[in-house]
């Protein structure tokens, strides 16, 4: 019993003193507990312990932490002899040399080493102390300061690690659909959900407002499509735009395409949750916002990411947006046709964009429709024929990179012929005092963020303004910011193309009195109390509805229309079938969109859409100039004076004054 007791000792001694390479505090240990007998006598208690302790190692032949010094009077029987104090150290090696083989002997003396007093010519001299038994250092990997090192440094690098990733307002997220990244300075990636909401900066609130509108219902179509048994189609669109990047004062909206397209979004998942519950073939929206950053210079990582969640989720079935026609935009729509998602663009219209996705529709007429357009009116309606053209390309982009400007220019080129006296391209600061009195059509063929500082310098006109100033519909964003608008002269009326004329409210309003469904739906649900803020085209002082609003909504309901015939298609056969969504892919539902188009076309709220044949570019689309006659006064609704293409389905009307 007495040695079943001292191994299970010995054994705990084992466990505390063993050394795990994990474990730095292990080996901070450099010596071992010491065990002092005193006044040990040969049968005695201490010299028992001591023969029990070599009986115990010599059977189990295993190494323990413990040293034993035991003091006696006289040396064990068992030992063969001693040696003095002051050769402590060679008997200690003797004793190491030979361990081995009186191990394997399992000799008494296996485990001890026996000294005697030092001889009295030996001892020390009065006041000489020996030197202490001092332990050694532990080893410099297992010093306490080690472990707080590595931590901080670990935590150092994940710091910059994810500052160089994420930011606090562009972090990855547990709830939703969310990935995204920090590149450039920007919040590059997608969400779902209100955890995310790209843009954090003063000023666009209304942007912010909208995406976490469209979050909450994207919530409420998620409970209405299980509550319905998941009988109901139901599909996901991407919105991909540019949320972030841009320049702006704390006054300005500089994100005006953006937060109107995901209105339009926004106004399409409303009217589908309005459907009835019993409506097992209505279809149900899901909208994922994604950014593909300034200028889209990072659509490049943003596809990618959507084309993981594309082959994650098989409801992703198309993406909406893209919002400006540039080299960086062309090169994402190739990269989403590789992945082969569909891509509906509502405002996008350089010219041959079509050529850069067989997946790809435009929603907008090409800008050969629209230079054709304000050479029309110049010529018909104006009486004039001559005209100046300045363009603009936006900081950081050259000509070639901008293909909406480009195409537009060259469009512009085209129809006037040797009639465009002057093309030049404008820069903020230069002078425009040669265009005072100019009775010819001046046109404005750039972006919105330099038509500010174009406005300013024809202030230098003073009385004697230009005559005709026509200018692209890039300006629409800039006649939706009544803070630039206010520093605008006066005295010179603005003529601007718009792509949307009949989604205005008040072209809303009378199609709604002559019993047009379509828009007359569309007014009731951008009027709506739950929907945007604040509620568009109410009776009286009502905000108006954007020029974007009803391009995106007619975008959105077009792949939601063909899903819904391929969904009843489907369910012709098994009426009783829940909606499966691996049943459908995106390219079958473009075609199905094209199939549906080739007859009549889609009656959309800004007006019929038809393509030809192999062509993503619609045809005979309807665009309209519409004037302003001073820009300062935001209040005043903008007057149609001029139209071209069909509103309706029926033959292509041509050009006409409105």
């Given amino acids: 019993m007495d040695k079943l007791l001292l191994h299970a000792f010995l054994e705990d001694l084992r466990q505390a003193y063993r050394r795990r390479v994990w474990r730095p505090g292990d080996w901070r240990r450099t010596a071992y507990p010491v065990l002092l007998l005193d006044g040990v006598e040969v049968d005695g208690v201490g010299h028992t312990l001591v023969r029990l302790l070599t009986d115990v190692r010599n059977e189990t032949g295993r190494n323990d932490p413990l040293l034993v010094v035991a003091l006696a009077t006289a040396p064990p029987p068992e030992l063969p002899g001693t040696r003095p104090l002051r050769e402590a150290d060679d008997a200690y090696d003797e004793w190491a040399e030979a361990l081995p083989e009186t191990r394997r002997l399992r000799r008494s003396a296996a485990w001890l080493v026996a000294l005697r007093p030092d001889d009295e010519d030996a001892t020390p001299p009065p006041g000489v102390v020996p030197p202490a038994l001092v332990a050694p250092d532990p080893p410099w990997w297992a010093r306490r300061f080690l472990p707080a090192a590595v931590a901080v440094v670990l935590l150092a690098g994940m710091i910059v690690w994810a500052d160089s990733r994420w930011m606090l307002d562009c972090h990855p997220t547990p709830t939703g659909q969310v990935r995204v990244q920090v590149l450039a300075g920007e919040c590059v990636g997608y969400s779902d959900t209100a955890a995310q909401v790209f843009n954090s ?11 976490r509108r469209i979050f909450a219902q994207n919530r409420a179509a998620e409970q209405v499509w299980r509550r319905s048994d998941q009988r109901r189609p139901y599909l996901t669109l991407v919105y991909l735009g540019t949320l972030t990047g841009n320049r702006t004062r704390v006054d300005e909206e500089s994100y005006v395409s953006e937060r ?216 629409n964003r800039y006649m939706a910011n009544p803070g630039l608008r206010a520093s605008a002269p006066g005295n010179l009326p603005v003529t601007y193309v718009s792509k949307a004329a009949l989604a205005t409210c008040a072209a809303l309003r009378a199609a709604q009195a002559a019993r047009d469904d379509a828009r007359g739906s569309f007014l009731t649900w951008v009027g709506a109390d739950d929907l945007l803020d604040p509620p568009r085209c109410r009776d009286g002082a009502g905000a108006p509805v954007g020029e974007r609003v009803s391009l995106a909504y007619d975008a959105a309901m077009m792949m939601v229309r063909a899903l819904e015939s391929l969904a009843a ?39 019929v859409v038809r393509y030809a044949p192999d062509s993503g570019e619609p045809v005979a689309k309807r665009l309209a100039l519409l004037r302003v006659a001073r820009v300062p006064d935001v209040a005043a609704e903008p007057v149609e004076v001029f139209h071209c293409g069909a509103a309706d389905s029926g033959p292509d009307p041509g050009c006409r004054p409105a």
């Fill in 201 to 211: 900066e003063p000023g666009q609130e209304r942007l912010r407002a909208v995406q």
């Fill in 569 to 607: 298609r489907l369910r012709h056969a098994d009426t009783d079938r829940r909606w499966e969504p691996r049943s459908v892919n995106p390219v079958g539902v473009h075609a199905e969109v094209l199939r549906q188009n080739a007859a009549a076309g889609y009656p959309g709220v800004a007006g």
């Fill in 260 to 475: 109107e397209e995901l209105e339009g979004l926004a106004t399409a998942q409303y009217a589908l949750l309005k459907e009835s519950a019993a409506a097992d073939g209505a279809a149900l929206l899901h909208v994922v916002v994604a950014n593909g950053g300034r200028q889209m210079r990072h659509a490049g990582p943003a596809v990618a990411m959507l084309e993981r969640l594309a082959h994650d989720d098989p409801t992703v079935l198309g993406v909406v947006g893209l919002v400006e026609s540039r080299t960086s935009t062309a090169a994402a729509l190739r990269e989403l046709n590789r992945v082969g998602l569909p891509v509906l663009a509502p405002t996008l219209s350089a010219d041959r964009m079509d050529g850069n996705s067989s997946l790809y529709l435009q929603i907008s007429a090409p800008n050969s429709a629209q230079a054709a357009m304000i050479e029309t009116y110049a010529r018909q309606v104006l009486r004039v024929t001559e005209a100046h053209a300045y363009y603009t390309t936006g900081e950081g982009s050259s000509l070639t990179e901008d293909l909406y400007v480009g195409t537009l220019v060259d469009g512009l080129r085209q129809r006037f012929g040797s009639r465009l006296t002057r093309l030049d391209e404008w820069s903020t600061g230069r002078r425009l005092t040669a265009e005072c009195g100019y009775r010819g059509v001046l046109v404005f063929a750039g972006r919105w963020s330099e038509f500010d500082g174009f406005l300013r310098a024809l202030k230098e006109c003073g009385n004697d303004p230009p005559r005709h100033l026509v200018a692209d519909d890039s300006v």
